[in-house]
């Protein structure tokens, strides 16, 4: 089983304290976190956040503070357009108001105008897992309100299968799999991000 799925909670979208030796490059862009659900965004992202020693901010979580609830309860009150509208507003708000790693929703990736966006001020990073690893992560929680279905595998397969061309268009993807810890994921990132100075300047 994956370690990804048992990472130790820090109070999700707080500022990361660094660990020693991080620090070894600038950010210069906001780096976000795109994918499925399960496939570790917020474990990774917050990993990485430490590593570099930048604010880790999760952009379900500025929703939930700013709306005084819970994704579902927002799902169920207001509906899934209403989300993604204030879904677009927090992300553009959180890559002007500072450079750190951010963690986005799901669904966040499959609005154009936000793929656009999160590539022209940031860096988009696909974690890629396979269908059977999400499943394996997600199937003991209840708080997914698109999984909240009579087949709820059926329903992620759904997602995936429709989801996963516009998580191909990130501009960097990294597989995220049962076999690899977080630190081990979080090493691919910063091993894809070598190719992209204008997001980290090494130190000198």
């Known amino acids: 089983m994956s370690e990804i799925e048992h990472t130790p909670a820090a109070p999700t979208g707080a500022a990361v304290a660094p660990q020693p030796g991080s620090g070894s490059a600038r950010v210069k862009k906001t780096i976000v976190m795109v994918g499925m659900m399960g496939a570790g965004k917020t474990a990774v992202g917050r990993a990485l956040a430490a590593r570099l020693g930048v604010p880790f901010l999760d952009s379900d979580h500025e929703i939930e503070s700013a709306a005084n609830m819970t994704i579902p309860e927002i799902f169920a009150r207001d509906g899934e357009a209403f989300f993604r509208k204030k879904e677009s507003q927090v992300i553009a708000r959180l890559l002007e108001e500072a450079r750190g790693v951010l963690s986005t929703g799901g669904g966040a990736f499959l609005s154009e105008a936000n793929r656009r966006m ?87």
């Open 118 to 204: 999160i590539s022209q001020k940031g860096v988009s990073i696909w974690l890629n897992a396979d269908l059977d690893v999400l499943w394996n992560r997600v199937r003991h929680r209840d708080h997914r309100p698109l999984l909240r279905t009579p087949d709820p595998y059926g329903t992620l397969k759904s997602l995936y299968e429709a989801r996963v061309p516009y998580y191909a268009e990130a501009d960097l993807a990294v597989r995220s799999d049962a076999q690899t810890s977080v630190d081990g994921v979080v090493d691919r990132v910063l091993d894809a991000l070598a190719s992209r100075p204008d997001v980290l300047e090494p130190e000198t």
